[in-house]
């Protein structure tokens, strides 16, 4: 059994923690800087607990950390847990800027250990379905997508006021908070973004000033895109068209399905997943990292493609800073 220890421990490594222990293939160990939530992680989950990562490190050997602290901290904790010799997962958005890229790419060539970025659209079905298929080029090639997506985050993350999304400098702003989850996947799908033009604002949540909507005009190489978010509407909806030659495909992910209306056709063919846990997502995330470790086949997001996306969120904040469009050199 592999020994993984979870850093941060509030909403989504508690997740975390739950998940990789539902695997029945890991144990788990917390680490948080707040007491309450350690004492909750060993009530709830017979989990052993330390303040400090220093503390974690030093108690015990690991084979794998997971990071689910704020952004600015991802990778930073990651060259110091590569130098431990640990796998490591780590949260999105990968960071806030590129400072510590290269250092921690060479981190992860020295201890070569598995890293990977936990964007969990890679494990939902109704993206992983859309994009074999898509592979097959049967709509030839992709020349538009549309991403129009949101919720009420007040609904979903009621701390929001209390947390990393307050700051830019944490994580926090739509952009890097939940448009990256959408670059991310439409990189998946399309390719990397190569152009960006942003315009975003706070326009409605009470309480902080930072961006809660954003329009964004890219360029996925040849394929232009769309994106549209606000974090303060009614429905929980996501929906993304991508237009071929030959047809389009449609992902409605709140109705966890995917569609296929090919040119001369009257009706979308769709595509269901049957009802999910929100759990269910997240373990299978854990089995895949697990996975990974093992040297085995995954969908999760890479290192180098979670840099791509951290590139594209640093493009549209500069676009809305300046209001200009901003070039992405791809690797
Ligand atoms: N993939 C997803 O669906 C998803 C969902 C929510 C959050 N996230 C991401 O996960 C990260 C954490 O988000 P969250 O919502 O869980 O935030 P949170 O504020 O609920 O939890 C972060 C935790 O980290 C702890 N912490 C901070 N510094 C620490 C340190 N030095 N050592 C140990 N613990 C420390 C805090 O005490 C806190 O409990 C962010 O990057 C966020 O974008 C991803």
Redesign the pocket.
């Known amino acids: 059994m592999a020994s993984l220890l979870i850093?941060?421990?509030?909403?989504?490594?508690e997740r975390h923690l739950r998940c990789f222990q539902k695997t029945g293939r890991c144990t788990v160990t917390a680490?948080?800087?707040?007491p309450a939530?350690l004492a909750a992680m060993r009530e709830r989950y017979d989990a052993a607990g330390f303040a400090?990562?220093d503390e974690a490190l030093a108690a015990s050997g690991y084979d794998a950390a997971v990071i689910?602290?704020?952004?600015h901290?991802?990778l930073p904790m990651a060259k110091r847990l590569l130098g431990h010799g640990l796998h490591v997962f780590i949260?999105?958005?990968l960071a806030i800027d590129e400072a510590l890229v290269s250092e921690v790419r060479a981190a992860i060539a020295a201890a070569n250990r598995f890293v990977a970025v936990?964007y969990?659209y890679h494990l939902m079905p109704w993206i992983q379905q859309a994009r074999a298929f898509l592979q097959t080029g049967q709509i030839g090639r992709v020349l538009q997508a549309t991403s129009v997506s949101g919720q009420h985050f007040p609904t979903f993350r009621p701390a929001y006021r209390e947390?990393?999304y307050t700051r830019r400098e944490t994580?926090g702003g739509v952009i890097q908070?939940a448009l990256t989850h959408l670059a991310n996947a439409v990189e998946w799908l399309l390719g990397p973004c190569t152009r960006v033009y942003c315009d975003a604002a706070h326009q409605a949540l009470e309480g902080v000033t930072i961006e809660d909507t954003v329009n964004v005009t890219a360029r996925h190489g040849a394929v232009m895109v769309s994106y549209a978010m606000t974090q303060f509407q009614a429905p929980n909806e996501n929906t993304l068209h991508i237009h071929g030659e030959h047809g389009s495909v449609k992902i409605e992910g709140h109705l966890q399905r995917w569609g296929l209306l090919r040119h001369g056709e009257k009706d979308w063919t769709w595509h269901v997943t049957p009802p999910l846990e929100r759990d269910d997502l997240f373990i299978a995330q854990a089995n895949a990292f697990l996975d990974g470790m093992e040297g085995r086949p995954n969908p999760l997001c890479t290192f180098e493609e979670a840099v791509q996306t951290l590139r594209f969120n640093l493009a549209a904040l500069r676009s809305s800073d300046t209001g200009t469009a901003i070039d992405i050199h791809c690797a």
Do not use: M, Q, R, W
């Open positions: 850093i941060g421990c509030g909403s989504i490594g680490c948080d800087t707040n939530l400090t990562l689910c602290t704020p952004a901290l991802h949260e999105k958005p936990a969990v947390i990393y994580g908070d």
